[in-house]
Protein backbone atom coordinates (compact mmCIF):
# COMPACT_ATOMS: atom_id res chain seq x y z
CA UNK A 1 0.00 0.00 0.00
CA UNK A 2 1.04 3.42 -1.09
CA UNK A 3 -0.24 6.68 0.55
CA UNK A 4 -1.03 9.47 -1.36
CA UNK A 5 -1.43 12.97 0.36
CA UNK A 6 -4.86 14.36 -0.34
CA UNK A 7 -5.06 18.49 0.22
CA UNK A 8 -8.30 20.14 -0.10
CA UNK A 9 -8.11 23.63 -1.03
CA UNK A 10 -11.76 24.67 -1.21
CA UNK A 11 -13.52 27.05 1.03
CA UNK A 12 -13.39 31.17 1.22
CA UNK A 13 -11.97 31.68 4.53
CA UNK A 14 -14.77 34.46 5.37
CA UNK A 15 -13.46 34.49 9.05
CA UNK A 16 -10.26 36.67 7.69
CA UNK A 17 -11.94 39.17 5.31
CA UNK A 18 -10.74 41.82 4.18
CA UNK A 19 -7.57 39.53 3.04
CA UNK A 20 -9.12 36.70 2.39
CA UNK A 21 -12.08 36.92 -0.39
CA UNK A 22 -13.77 34.37 -2.62
CA UNK A 23 -11.17 34.79 -5.26
CA UNK A 24 -7.98 34.09 -3.33
CA UNK A 25 -8.89 32.58 0.14
CA UNK A 26 -7.08 32.46 3.27
CA UNK A 27 -5.12 28.88 1.89
CA UNK A 28 -3.60 30.71 -1.31
CA UNK A 29 -2.60 33.49 0.87
CA UNK A 30 1.16 33.49 2.74
CA UNK A 31 -0.52 34.38 6.24
CA UNK A 32 2.36 32.72 8.90
CA UNK A 33 5.71 32.75 6.42
CA UNK A 34 6.60 33.98 3.32
CA UNK A 35 5.00 30.96 1.37
CA UNK A 36 1.14 30.61 1.08
CA UNK A 37 -0.87 27.58 3.33
CA UNK A 38 -1.19 25.60 0.45
CA UNK A 39 2.57 25.68 -0.50
CA UNK A 40 3.04 25.12 3.19
CA UNK A 41 1.25 21.76 3.36
CA UNK A 42 2.63 20.39 0.27
CA UNK A 43 6.26 21.37 1.42
CA UNK A 44 5.30 19.73 5.11
CA UNK A 45 4.51 15.97 2.48
CA UNK A 46 7.03 16.43 0.04
CA UNK A 47 10.33 14.43 0.04
CA UNK A 48 8.54 12.10 2.67
CA UNK A 49 9.68 8.39 2.15
CA UNK A 50 6.52 6.58 1.18
CA UNK A 51 4.62 9.33 0.24
CA UNK A 52 3.20 10.11 -3.24
CA UNK A 53 2.91 13.12 -4.90
CA UNK A 54 -0.32 14.58 -3.91
CA UNK A 55 -3.35 15.14 -4.57
CA UNK A 56 -4.99 18.90 -4.58
CA UNK A 57 -8.82 19.52 -5.10
CA UNK A 58 -9.54 22.67 -5.29
CA UNK A 59 -12.62 24.67 -6.97
CA UNK A 60 -12.70 25.81 -10.87
CA UNK A 61 -11.60 29.21 -10.33
CA UNK A 62 -8.34 28.97 -7.97
CA UNK A 63 -6.92 26.56 -10.62
CA UNK A 64 -4.39 28.62 -12.09
CA UNK A 65 -3.52 29.99 -8.68
CA UNK A 66 -2.57 26.18 -7.45
CA UNK A 67 -1.42 25.22 -10.31
CA UNK A 68 1.32 28.45 -10.22
CA UNK A 69 1.61 27.96 -6.61
CA UNK A 70 2.32 24.69 -6.51
CA UNK A 71 5.05 25.21 -9.82
CA UNK A 72 6.54 27.83 -7.81
CA UNK A 73 7.52 25.34 -5.06
CA UNK A 74 8.81 22.64 -6.97
CA UNK A 75 6.39 20.23 -6.55
CA UNK A 76 4.48 18.50 -9.19
CA UNK A 77 1.05 17.25 -8.04
CA UNK A 78 -0.35 14.27 -9.26
CA UNK A 79 -3.20 15.73 -10.18
CA UNK A 80 -5.20 18.84 -9.35
CA UNK A 81 -9.09 17.79 -9.22
CA UNK A 82 -11.60 21.01 -9.88
CA UNK A 83 -14.96 21.21 -7.72
CA UNK A 84 -17.30 22.29 -10.41
CA UNK A 85 -19.30 23.44 -6.77
CA UNK A 86 -18.02 23.32 -2.66
CA UNK A 87 -20.00 20.40 -1.67
CA UNK A 88 -17.92 20.21 1.91
CA UNK A 89 -15.59 17.48 2.64
CA UNK A 90 -17.75 14.31 1.95
CA UNK A 91 -18.13 14.56 -1.43
CA UNK A 92 -14.71 15.94 -2.27
CA UNK A 93 -12.57 13.37 -0.57
CA UNK A 94 -14.81 10.54 -2.52
CA UNK A 95 -14.18 12.18 -5.74
CA UNK A 96 -10.54 12.53 -4.35
CA UNK A 97 -10.65 8.51 -3.44
CA UNK A 98 -12.55 6.99 -6.95
CA UNK A 99 -9.85 9.10 -8.71
CA UNK A 100 -6.77 7.35 -6.93
CA UNK A 101 -8.56 4.29 -7.11
CA UNK A 102 -8.45 4.10 -10.74
CA UNK A 103 -4.71 4.33 -10.68
CA UNK A 104 -3.98 2.46 -7.78
CA UNK A 105 -6.93 0.12 -5.84
CA UNK A 106 -4.86 -0.03 -2.70
CA UNK A 107 -3.84 3.61 -2.34
CA UNK A 108 -4.13 5.04 1.11
CA UNK A 109 -5.43 8.39 1.63
CA UNK A 110 -3.77 11.22 3.94
CA UNK A 111 -6.47 13.66 3.79
CA UNK A 112 -4.81 17.51 4.30
CA UNK A 113 -6.91 20.79 4.73
CA UNK A 114 -4.76 23.58 2.74
CA UNK A 115 -4.87 25.91 5.52
CA UNK A 116 -3.61 24.43 8.87
CA UNK A 117 -0.81 25.54 10.26
CA UNK A 118 1.28 22.12 11.95
CA UNK A 119 4.84 23.27 13.48
CA UNK A 120 6.12 20.42 14.48
CA UNK A 121 6.69 18.35 11.07
CA UNK A 122 8.80 15.35 13.00
CA UNK A 123 5.62 15.12 15.43
CA UNK A 124 3.21 14.93 12.68
CA UNK A 125 4.98 12.22 10.70
CA UNK A 126 5.11 10.28 14.04
CA UNK A 127 1.50 10.57 14.24
CA UNK A 128 1.01 9.87 10.55
CA UNK A 129 3.56 6.94 11.33
CA UNK A 130 1.20 5.47 14.53
CA UNK A 131 -1.75 5.47 12.34
CA UNK A 132 -0.13 3.37 9.45
CA UNK A 133 -0.87 0.14 11.00
CA UNK A 134 -4.80 1.11 11.94
CA UNK A 135 -5.07 1.78 8.29
CA UNK A 136 -3.50 -1.33 6.68
CA UNK A 137 -6.25 -3.37 9.08
CA UNK A 138 -9.01 -1.37 7.01
CA UNK A 139 -9.72 1.44 10.53
CA UNK A 140 -10.40 4.95 9.46
CA UNK A 141 -8.11 6.87 11.42
CA UNK A 142 -8.89 10.62 12.30
CA UNK A 143 -5.84 12.62 14.14
CA UNK A 144 -7.17 14.36 17.62
CA UNK A 145 -5.04 17.28 18.42
CA UNK A 146 -3.68 17.61 22.30
CA UNK A 147 -5.48 20.71 23.34
CA UNK A 148 -3.61 22.71 25.38
CA UNK A 149 -6.67 25.41 26.31
CA UNK A 150 -10.63 25.65 26.83
CA UNK A 151 -10.62 26.05 23.15
CA UNK A 152 -15.09 26.66 22.17
CA UNK A 153 -14.27 27.39 18.35
CA UNK A 154 -12.81 23.27 17.62
CA UNK A 155 -15.06 20.38 17.73
CA UNK A 156 -13.75 17.73 19.96
CA UNK A 157 -13.32 13.96 19.75
CA UNK A 158 -13.54 11.83 23.07
CA UNK A 159 -11.53 8.69 23.07
CA UNK A 160 -12.94 5.40 23.75
CA UNK A 161 -10.48 1.96 24.61
CA UNK A 162 -6.77 1.65 23.86
CA UNK A 163 -5.75 -0.19 20.55
CA UNK A 164 -3.60 -3.34 21.31
CA UNK A 165 -0.62 -2.98 19.58
CA UNK A 166 -0.19 0.28 19.03
CA UNK A 167 0.67 2.84 21.26
CA UNK A 168 -1.50 5.91 22.18
CA UNK A 169 -4.39 5.11 19.82
CA UNK A 170 -7.79 4.71 20.62
CA UNK A 171 -11.33 4.00 19.28
CA UNK A 172 -13.23 6.72 18.62
CA UNK A 173 -16.31 7.33 21.77
CA UNK A 174 -18.16 10.03 20.45
CA UNK A 175 -17.57 13.28 18.41
CA UNK A 176 -18.43 16.69 20.06
CA UNK A 177 -19.66 19.61 18.74
CA UNK A 178 -17.88 23.30 19.99
CA UNK A 179 -19.00 23.67 23.79
CA UNK A 180 -19.05 26.61 25.78
CA UNK A 181 -16.44 27.82 27.87
CA UNK A 182 -17.38 25.79 31.12
CA UNK A 183 -17.18 22.12 29.01
CA UNK A 184 -14.65 22.97 27.18
CA UNK A 185 -12.68 23.45 30.66
CA UNK A 186 -13.85 20.03 31.71
CA UNK A 187 -12.71 18.34 28.78
CA UNK A 188 -9.63 19.50 29.47
CA UNK A 189 -9.42 18.57 32.89
CA UNK A 190 -10.74 15.42 31.79
CA UNK A 191 -7.69 14.27 29.52
CA UNK A 192 -9.42 11.97 27.31
CA UNK A 193 -10.47 14.52 24.25
CA UNK A 194 -9.09 16.35 21.89
CA UNK A 195 -9.64 19.18 18.95
CA UNK A 196 -11.06 17.90 15.63
CA UNK A 197 -8.09 18.12 13.41
CA UNK A 198 -9.80 17.76 10.43
CA UNK A 199 -7.16 15.64 9.23
CA UNK A 200 -7.90 12.10 8.26
CA UNK A 201 -6.02 8.73 7.20
CA UNK A 202 -8.04 5.65 5.49
CA UNK A 203 -8.23 3.34 2.59
CA UNK A 204 -9.61 4.73 -0.63
CA UNK A 205 -11.78 1.93 -0.91
CA UNK A 206 -12.57 1.65 3.09
CA UNK A 207 -13.82 5.18 2.44
CA UNK A 208 -15.76 4.06 -0.04
CA UNK A 209 -17.30 1.64 1.24
CA UNK A 210 -18.47 3.43 4.59
CA UNK A 211 -19.74 6.26 2.24
CA UNK A 212 -21.92 3.66 0.70
CA UNK A 213 -23.50 2.23 3.21
CA UNK A 214 -24.28 5.79 5.24
CA UNK A 215 -24.49 8.22 2.27
CA UNK A 216 -25.15 6.38 -0.81
CA UNK A 217 -26.08 9.29 -2.67
CA UNK A 218 -22.88 11.15 -2.25
CA UNK A 219 -20.94 7.64 -3.00
CA UNK A 220 -23.14 7.71 -6.64
CA UNK A 221 -22.55 11.39 -6.99
CA UNK A 222 -18.58 11.51 -6.52
CA UNK A 223 -18.05 8.03 -8.43
CA UNK A 224 -20.38 9.49 -11.35
CA UNK A 225 -18.68 12.78 -11.74
CA UNK A 226 -15.20 11.55 -11.66
CA UNK A 227 -15.74 8.56 -14.56
CA UNK A 228 -17.42 11.14 -16.69
CA UNK A 229 -14.80 14.05 -15.83
CA UNK A 230 -12.47 15.05 -18.70
CA UNK A 231 -9.02 16.43 -18.60
CA UNK A 232 -8.79 19.96 -19.04
CA UNK A 233 -4.97 21.04 -19.95
CA UNK A 234 -3.05 19.88 -16.37
CA UNK A 235 -6.54 19.43 -14.53
CA UNK A 236 -9.24 16.93 -13.91
CA UNK A 237 -12.55 18.70 -14.21
CA UNK A 238 -15.36 16.88 -12.17
CA UNK A 239 -18.89 16.80 -13.79
CA UNK A 240 -20.69 19.66 -13.42
CA UNK A 241 -24.05 17.78 -13.05
CA UNK A 242 -23.12 14.52 -11.37
CA UNK A 243 -20.85 16.44 -8.55
CA UNK A 244 -23.36 19.39 -8.07
CA UNK A 245 -26.39 16.56 -7.46
CA UNK A 246 -24.22 15.24 -4.78
CA UNK A 247 -25.88 16.87 -1.15
CA UNK A 248 -23.17 18.64 0.76
CA UNK A 249 -21.46 17.24 3.50
CA UNK A 250 -18.56 16.78 5.96
CA UNK A 251 -16.68 13.97 6.25
CA UNK A 252 -17.17 13.56 10.16
CA UNK A 253 -20.86 13.64 10.20
CA UNK A 254 -21.24 11.31 6.59
CA UNK A 255 -18.99 8.59 8.00
CA UNK A 256 -16.74 9.25 11.26
CA UNK A 257 -19.27 9.87 13.23
CA UNK A 258 -21.40 6.73 12.20
CA UNK A 259 -18.65 3.92 11.70
CA UNK A 260 -17.52 1.52 14.00
CA UNK A 261 -14.24 1.26 12.27
CA UNK A 262 -13.34 4.96 13.64
CA UNK A 263 -10.02 5.18 15.86
CA UNK A 264 -8.07 8.29 17.11
CA UNK A 265 -4.53 9.14 16.13
CA UNK A 266 -3.33 11.85 19.16
CA UNK A 267 -1.07 14.44 17.60
CA UNK A 268 0.61 17.34 19.62
CA UNK A 269 2.12 18.62 16.95
CA UNK A 270 1.88 22.32 17.00
CA UNK A 271 -1.56 22.48 15.02
CA UNK A 272 -3.94 25.62 14.28
CA UNK A 273 -6.72 26.06 11.97
CA UNK A 274 -6.01 29.72 11.27
CA UNK A 275 -9.97 30.20 11.37
CA UNK A 276 -9.83 33.53 12.70
CA UNK A 277 -7.59 36.74 12.83
CA UNK A 278 -6.60 35.72 16.84
CA UNK A 279 -6.33 32.46 15.83
CA UNK A 280 -3.75 33.96 13.59
CA UNK A 281 -1.87 36.61 15.93
CA UNK A 282 -1.56 33.41 18.19
CA UNK A 283 1.09 31.56 15.57
CA UNK A 284 2.70 34.82 14.53
CA UNK A 285 6.15 36.00 15.96
CA UNK A 286 5.24 38.76 18.17
CA UNK A 287 7.40 41.57 19.63
CA UNK A 288 8.01 42.31 23.54
CA UNK A 289 4.72 44.05 23.74
CA UNK A 290 3.04 41.07 22.23
CA UNK A 291 2.16 42.31 19.13
CA UNK A 292 2.57 40.74 15.43
CA UNK A 293 3.15 43.01 12.78
CA UNK A 294 3.62 42.81 9.04
CA UNK A 295 4.28 45.19 6.74
CA UNK A 296 4.34 49.06 6.84
CA UNK A 297 3.28 49.84 10.42
CA UNK A 298 3.68 51.99 13.21
CA UNK A 299 3.24 51.46 16.86
CA UNK A 300 3.32 53.57 19.53
CA UNK A 301 1.93 52.21 23.58
CA UNK A 302 0.25 49.45 21.48
CA UNK A 303 0.08 45.97 22.81
CA UNK A 304 -1.48 42.34 22.16
CA UNK A 305 -2.45 43.41 18.97
CA UNK A 306 -2.18 42.21 15.13
CA UNK A 307 -1.40 44.92 12.94
CA UNK A 308 -1.05 43.91 9.13
CA UNK A 309 -0.66 46.95 6.55
CA UNK A 310 -0.63 45.17 2.31
CA UNK A 311 -1.00 48.89 0.35
CA UNK A 312 0.08 51.63 2.65
CA UNK A 313 1.78 52.63 6.05
CA UNK A 314 -0.93 52.05 9.33
CA UNK A 315 -0.01 53.62 12.61
CA UNK A 316 -1.86 52.50 15.73
CA UNK A 317 -1.54 54.64 19.34
CA UNK A 318 -2.48 53.52 22.58
CA UNK A 319 -4.55 50.74 22.08
CA UNK A 320 -4.51 46.88 23.08
CA UNK A 321 -6.16 43.39 22.23
CA UNK A 322 -7.15 44.65 18.58
CA UNK A 323 -6.77 44.00 15.09
CA UNK A 324 -6.11 46.09 12.36
CA UNK A 325 -5.96 45.02 8.63
CA UNK A 326 -5.46 47.48 5.93
CA UNK A 327 -5.80 46.27 2.08
CA UNK A 328 -6.32 48.80 -1.29
CA UNK A 329 -9.92 48.63 -0.64
CA UNK A 330 -10.80 47.90 2.74
CA UNK A 331 -9.92 48.18 6.33
CA UNK A 332 -10.86 46.06 9.38
CA UNK A 333 -10.41 47.23 13.07
CA UNK A 334 -12.17 44.73 15.58
CA UNK A 335 -11.34 43.60 19.27
CA UNK A 336 -9.51 39.94 19.32
CA UNK A 337 -12.34 39.05 21.35
CA UNK A 338 -15.15 39.80 18.63
CA UNK A 339 -13.26 38.90 15.27
CA UNK A 340 -15.60 35.77 14.80
CA UNK A 341 -18.08 38.53 13.83
CA UNK A 342 -15.96 39.34 10.78
CA UNK A 343 -18.17 37.35 9.11
CA UNK A 344 -21.38 39.13 9.60
CA UNK A 345 -19.45 41.95 8.01
CA UNK A 346 -18.88 39.66 4.77
CA UNK A 347 -22.95 39.12 5.24
CA UNK A 348 -23.56 42.60 4.82
CA UNK A 349 -21.32 42.56 1.81
CA UNK A 350 -23.10 40.00 0.21
CA UNK A 351 -26.54 41.52 1.41
CA UNK A 352 -25.65 45.12 -0.29
CA UNK A 353 -24.46 43.66 -4.02
CA UNK A 354 -20.85 45.40 -2.84
CA UNK A 355 -17.72 43.22 -4.19
CA UNK A 356 -15.30 44.07 -1.64
CA UNK A 357 -15.70 40.25 -0.16
CA UNK A 358 -15.38 38.67 -3.78
CA UNK A 359 -12.11 39.64 -4.76
CA UNK A 360 -9.15 42.12 -4.15
CA UNK A 361 -8.42 45.38 -6.25
CA UNK A 362 -5.36 43.21 -8.08
CA UNK A 363 -7.08 40.38 -9.54
CA UNK A 364 -5.16 37.39 -10.80
CA UNK A 365 -5.58 35.55 -14.40
CA UNK A 366 -3.32 32.59 -15.61
CA UNK A 367 -1.87 34.85 -17.76
CA UNK A 368 -0.72 37.46 -15.05
CA UNK A 369 -2.71 39.90 -13.50
CA UNK A 370 -4.56 43.20 -13.33
CA UNK A 371 -5.31 45.91 -10.97
CA UNK A 372 -7.41 48.73 -10.66
CA UNK A 373 -5.75 52.07 -10.21
CA UNK A 374 -9.13 54.57 -11.03
CA UNK A 375 -12.74 54.69 -11.95
CA UNK A 376 -15.29 56.51 -12.88
CA UNK A 377 -18.18 57.80 -14.84
CA UNK A 378 -17.78 55.73 -18.41
CA UNK A 379 -14.29 55.32 -17.29
CA UNK A 380 -11.62 53.03 -15.47
CA UNK A 381 -7.84 52.59 -15.49
CA UNK A 382 -6.06 49.32 -14.92
CA UNK A 383 -2.33 48.20 -14.46
CA UNK A 384 -1.90 44.77 -16.49
CA UNK A 385 0.97 42.68 -16.07
CA UNK A 386 1.48 39.96 -18.36
CA UNK A 387 4.25 37.12 -17.69
CA UNK A 388 6.72 35.69 -19.94
CA UNK A 389 5.40 34.25 -23.27
CA UNK A 390 1.60 34.53 -22.19
CA UNK A 391 -1.34 36.00 -23.79
CA UNK A 392 -4.75 37.03 -23.20
CA UNK A 393 -7.41 36.09 -24.96
CA UNK A 394 -8.86 36.32 -28.17
CA UNK A 395 -11.72 38.97 -27.73
CA UNK A 396 -14.39 41.68 -28.07
CA UNK A 397 -16.50 44.25 -26.11
CA UNK A 398 -19.61 45.67 -26.95
CA UNK A 399 -20.12 48.60 -24.66
CA UNK A 400 -16.21 49.90 -24.00
CA UNK A 401 -13.17 50.91 -26.71
CA UNK A 402 -9.66 50.33 -24.65
CA UNK A 403 -6.42 52.67 -24.92
CA UNK A 404 -3.00 50.56 -24.06
CA UNK A 405 0.40 52.19 -22.86
CA UNK A 406 3.43 49.88 -22.61
CA UNK A 407 5.08 51.02 -19.76
CA UNK A 408 7.85 48.10 -20.10
CA UNK A 409 8.61 45.41 -21.73
CA UNK A 410 7.19 44.08 -25.09
CA UNK A 411 3.35 43.88 -26.10
CA UNK A 412 2.57 42.11 -29.82
CA UNK A 413 -0.99 43.45 -30.45
CA UNK A 414 -3.44 41.91 -32.61
CA UNK A 415 -6.20 44.88 -33.82
CA UNK A 416 -8.52 42.99 -36.14
CA UNK A 417 -6.42 41.92 -39.31
CA UNK A 418 -3.33 43.79 -37.95
CA UNK A 419 -0.93 42.69 -35.58
CA UNK A 420 2.10 44.94 -34.65
CA UNK A 421 4.76 45.50 -31.72
CA UNK A 422 4.47 47.66 -29.11
CA UNK A 423 7.86 49.00 -27.04
CA UNK A 424 7.75 50.80 -23.72
CA UNK A 425 6.23 54.20 -24.16
CA UNK A 426 4.08 53.39 -27.10
CA UNK A 427 0.48 53.08 -27.13
CA UNK A 428 -2.67 51.69 -29.30
CA UNK A 429 -6.51 52.44 -29.29
CA UNK A 430 -8.77 49.44 -29.65
CA UNK A 431 -12.30 50.51 -30.72
CA UNK A 432 -15.67 49.18 -29.61
CA UNK A 433 -16.58 45.41 -31.51
CA UNK A 434 -12.83 45.03 -32.51
CA UNK A 435 -11.54 42.04 -32.00
CA UNK A 436 -8.38 42.10 -30.08
CA UNK A 437 -5.72 40.39 -28.36
CA UNK A 438 -2.46 40.92 -25.75
CA UNK A 439 0.62 38.92 -25.57
CA UNK A 440 3.96 39.27 -24.05
CA UNK A 441 6.63 37.69 -26.67
CA UNK A 442 9.27 38.58 -24.17
CA UNK A 443 10.98 37.36 -21.87
CA UNK A 444 10.82 39.56 -19.02
CA UNK A 445 6.95 40.89 -17.47
CA UNK A 446 4.98 43.15 -19.96
CA UNK A 447 3.27 46.21 -18.00
CA UNK A 448 0.74 48.27 -19.16
CA UNK A 449 -1.79 50.92 -18.52
CA UNK A 450 -5.37 50.48 -19.51
CA UNK A 451 -7.89 52.91 -19.92
CA UNK A 452 -11.07 51.66 -20.68
CA UNK A 453 -14.10 54.21 -21.64
CA UNK A 454 -17.76 53.39 -22.67
CA UNK A 455 -21.27 52.78 -21.32
CA UNK A 456 -20.50 49.63 -19.89
CA UNK A 457 -17.44 48.52 -18.04
CA UNK A 458 -18.00 45.36 -16.19
CA UNK A 459 -15.73 42.27 -16.58
CA UNK A 460 -18.45 40.26 -18.10
CA UNK A 461 -18.70 42.44 -21.17
CA UNK A 462 -15.71 40.24 -22.68
CA UNK A 463 -16.16 37.63 -26.06
CA UNK A 464 -14.04 35.22 -25.87
CA UNK A 465 -13.00 33.40 -29.78
CA UNK A 466 -9.79 31.77 -28.60
CA UNK A 467 -8.16 30.94 -25.20
CA UNK A 468 -5.40 29.01 -24.45
CA UNK A 469 -6.95 28.49 -20.79
CA UNK A 470 -10.21 27.14 -22.49
CA UNK A 471 -11.96 29.43 -20.50
CA UNK A 472 -15.39 30.11 -21.20
Known amino acids: MKIYPVILSGGAGTRLWPLSRAVLPKQLLPLVSDKTMLQETALRVAGWAGLMAPLVVCGNDHRFLVAEQMREIGVTPLGILLEPVGRNTAPAVAAAAHYLQSIDPDAVMLVLPADHVVEDRDAFQAAVSRAWPLVQRGSLATFGIVPNAPETGYGYIRRGEPLPLVDDCYTVERFVEKPDRDTAEAFLADGGYYWNSGMFMFQASRYLVELERFKPEIAAAAEAAVRTGYRDLDFCRLDESAFTSSPSDSIDYAVMERTRDAVVVPADIGWNDVGSWSALWEVQQRDADGNA ?180
Open 293 to 472: QRGDVYLDNVTNSLVRAESRIVAVVGVKDLVVVETPDAVLVAHKDQVQRVKQVVDHLKSQARTEHLHHTRVYRPWGHYEGIDAGERFQVKRITVKPGEKLSLQMHHHRAEHWVVVSGTARVTCGETVSLLSENESTYIPIGMNHRLENPGKVPLHIIEVQSGSYLGEDDIVRFEDIYKRA
